[in-house]
């Protein structure tokens, strides 16, 4: 028992160092985000209004943090969703795109 404790121990501290690693890598900015994060964020909305399918009933929400694009939402088809990230892949500024969009296939 007291070897699984010891197990138990090392795979937390593992996974607590992995977590805080990370941490450390997606804040590089600090708490406010890199600058240009809010403009990366408005010109990602400006070129989505540019495509009409993305509009209601799609829900689509951008926001930026340390450079990078994330997409949240649903839409209708597939390809709308690959519309949306195409569109943020090509915004100034942004890094990488994160793109968590749901679709939901109802028409």
Known sequence: MNGAKHL??????????????GCAVYR???FQGCPGDAQITAEVR????QYPALGPPNLLWVQTLDQVVYLTGQVNTELERQIAESAARAAPGAAR???????????
Not at 8 to 21: D, E, I, R, T
């Open 28 to 30: 590089k900015c600090g």
């Open 46 to 49: 400006a070129m989505l209004e």
């Open 97 to 107: 795109v994160v793109n968590t969009i749901a679709v939901s296939n109802v028409r």
């Open 8 to 21: 138990g121990a090392l795979a937390f501290s593992l996974v607590l160092m992995g977590a805080l690693a």
